[in-house]
């Protein structure tokens, strides 16, 4: 059977800053690590075909049976990305244990391009006006759901002239599904993991090798002016009290994109992890290489300290948040870098599991077999069953977990002087005309 899936739009997920790497593989006897939540299954509902009008929000929640060929395609999307991973479309990912194949197509702003979909994903920013547009065509039968890899401030959107709204959340619309990182997404597509070692086949007395190089602190990005906060000005600051040396667009040393600049960022016991914006969960591939490939201590900001912990092997990294100001960090980190007991209490974890690294286009659906795969099985277990269940994303969009999340870093005053504005946080001001970079 095959299923062919439309995607209306994606965001382009920067990939890791150094470039390509063997993060992941699917070997013998390992798991999927995108994983799918069960809970509150529900089904479809048989239904008429539509008659052209406006449909209700009741009957957007209906999907219809599975089908031999679903129909699939790119609605709205950054084309360089397409055209730089130099993409083959349509694109066909067969899924184990199953006859089914899922064809991915890609048919950017055309909105009769999804009038045969079986499921359309949304993974972008979008005109008001086409929103509209597509929303006139949509079939009572298609699922729609909701991708993104970035946090929800950066997160698909409606863009208007009078600012930002969310993207089909409202009264008169909700999304069936989503798929992201978050652990309340229905399927959960997150940066890395840690995975504990079995005791059975790995000893808990493993050395731990005390990082040897001199250098303290490094920090590689290329996206300077963000618009959620200024971390930018935040490591210059640190800068000012401890060696910091910076890699890319944002410092004075260039760095290669290659296995060169792998052997560069290796040398450094500190890793300047902070991300983009402070969402609920929003926890990205940089501080998953920090511990993985760059085998340092990351130094994070972004979410909560809960959040990291709730997915960080134990003891790993150094939350920005805990100190009582800049100098106070700095004096702690150069206090850890000198001391050897201290430092390799960081890395005690790697004795007890290891830290898998997911590349930054498997948050998506539509990149990879295991993605695809992981959307498919959801789909069949709670959309395609005809149990008469309308299939209804179960994140509140407006919730404390999603758009609700996204505070001032940090709950320290001196952080917070990092702030851009006091609604730098708040994706419905309409003075936020500008789109930032992300990454």
Same mark, same amino acid.
């Given at each position: 059977?095959?299923?062919?899936?439309?995607?209306?739009?994606?965001? !382009? /997920?920067?990939?890791? !800053?150094?470039?390509? &790497?063997?993060? @992941?593989?699917?070997?013998?006897?390992?798991?999927?690590?995108?994983?799918?939540?069960?809970?509150?299954?529900?089904?479809?509902?048989?239904?008429?075909?539509?008659?052209?009008?406006?449909? +209700?929000?009741? $009957?957007?929640?209906?999907?219809?049976?599975?089908?031999?060929?679903?129909?699939?395609?790119?609605?709205?999307?950054?084309?360089?990305?397409?055209?730089?991973?130099?993409?083959?479309? %349509?694109?066909?990912?067969?899924?184990?244990? +199953?006859?089914? *194949?899922?064809?991915?197509?890609? /048919?950017?702003?055309?909105?009769?391009?999804?009038?045969?979909?079986?499921?359309?994903?949304?993974?972008?920013?979008?005109?008001?006006?086409?929103?509209?547009?597509?929303?006139?065509?949509?079939?009572?039968?298609?699922?729609?759901? !909701?991708? =993104?890899?970035?946090?929800?401030?950066?997160? %698909?959107?409606?863009?208007?002239? +009078?600012?930002?709204?969310?993207?089909?959340?409202?009264?008169?619309?909700?999304?069936?599904?989503?798929?992201?990182?978050?652990?309340?997404?229905?399927?959960?597509?997150?940066?890395?993991?840690?995975?504990?070692?079995?005791?059975?086949?790995?000893?808990?007395?493993?050395?731990?090798? &005390?990082?040897?190089?001199?250098?303290?602190?490094?920090?590689? @990005?290329?996206?300077?002016?963000?618009?959620?906060?200024? #971390?930018?000005?935040?490591?210059?600051?640190?800068?000012?009290?401890?060696?910091?040396?910076? &890699?890319? +667009?944002?410092?004075?040393?260039? $760095?290669?994109?290659?296995?060169?600049?792998?052997?560069?960022?290796? #040398?450094?016991?500190?890793?300047?992890?902070?991300?983009?914006?402070?969402?609920?969960?929003? $926890? *990205?591939?940089?501080?998953?290489?920090?511990?993985?490939?760059?085998?340092?201590?990351?130094?994070?900001?972004?979410?909560?300290?809960?959040?990291?912990?709730?997915?960080?092997?134990?003891?790993?990294?150094?939350?920005?948040?805990?100190?009582?100001?800049?100098?106070?960090?700095?004096? !702690?980190?150069?206090?850890?870098?000198?001391?050897?007991?201290?430092?390799?209490?960081?890395?005690?974890?790697?004795? &007890?599991?290891?830290?898998?690294?997911?590349?930054?286009?498997?948050?998506? %659906?539509?990149?990879?077999?295991?993605?695809?795969?992981?959307?498919?099985?959801?789909?069949?277990?709670?959309?395609?069953?005809?149990?008469?269940?309308?299939?209804?994303?179960?994140?509140? %969009?407006?919730?404390?977990?999603?758009?609700?999340?996204?505070?001032?870093?940090?709950?320290?005053?001196?952080?917070?002087?990092?702030?851009?504005?006091?609604?730098?946080?708040?994706?419905?001001?309409? =003075?936020?005309?500008?789109?930032?970079?992300?990454?």
């Amino acid at each position: 059977m095959v299923i062919e899936y439309v995607i209306v739009a994606e965001w !382009y /997920s920067q990939l890791a !800053y150094l470039g390509k &790497y063997v993060l @992941s593989s699917d070997q013998e006897g390992d798991t999927c690590r995108l994983c799918v939540n069960g809970t509150n299954a529900s089904g479809g509902l048989d239904i008429a075909p539509s008659n052209g009008e406006v449909v +209700t929000p009741d $009957i957007f929640q209906v999907q219809g049976v599975i089908k031999n060929n679903v129909d699939a395609v790119i609605f709205s999307a950054n084309s360089h990305w397409i055209l730089s991973e130099k993409r083959t479309f %349509p694109r066909v990912f067969e899924c184990p244990g +199953t006859d089914r *194949t899922i064809t991915f197509k890609p /048919s950017v702003w055309n909105v009769t391009g999804i009038a045969a979909a079986d499921v359309v994903i949304f993974a972008a920013k979008i005109s008001s006006d086409i929103w509209e547009e597509v929303t006139k065509v949509r079939e009572p039968h298609q699922i729609w759901v !909701y991708s =993104t890899a970035e946090s929800p401030y950066h997160s %698909p959107q409606v863009r208007s002239s +009078t600012g930002l709204k969310p993207l089909g959340f409202g009264q008169d619309f909700l999304f069936n599904m989503s798929f992201m990182y978050h652990s309340k997404s229905e399927v959960v597509a997150p940066f890395g993991a840690y995975i504990p070692f079995e005791m059975t086949k790995h000893e808990r007395n493993v050395e731990i090798t &005390y990082k040897k190089p001199i250098h303290m602190v490094a920090w590689a @990005s290329s996206h300077c002016n963000t618009v959620f906060w200024n #971390r930018t000005g935040f490591v210059e600051s640190l800068s000012s009290y401890i060696p910091v040396h910076k &890699y890319g +667009t944002c410092g004075n040393n260039p $760095i290669s994109r290659g296995f060169a600049g792998l052997k560069i960022l290796k #040398r450094y016991k500190f890793y300047i992890a902070f991300e983009n914006s402070c969402c609920s969960e929003y $926890i *990205t591939e940089k501080f998953w290489q920090a511990l993985a490939i760059f085998e340092s201590v990351p130094i994070v900001m972004g979410p909560s300290k809960a959040d990291y912990k709730r997915v960080a092997p134990p003891n790993s990294f150094v939350f920005a948040g805990d100190f009582n100001d800049m100098k106070d960090l700095a004096r !702690y980190i150069r206090r850890v870098a000198n001391n050897e007991t201290l430092y390799n209490k960081y890395h005690e974890w790697r004795k &007890y599991g290891q830290v898998e690294i997911y590349k930054s286009i498997k948050v998506y %659906p539509f990149t990879s077999t295991e993605s695809a795969c992981s959307l498919l099985n959801y789909l069949e277990q709670h959309a395609w069953k005809g149990t008469n269940q309308p299939l209804s994303m179960k994140l509140d %969009p407006f919730g404390p977990e999603w758009l609700g999340s996204c505070k001032p870093c940090g709950n320290k005053e001196w952080i917070h002087i990092f702030d851009l504005s006091n609604n730098a946080y708040n994706p419905f001001v309409s =003075t936020h005309t500008k789109w930032g970079k992300l990454g």
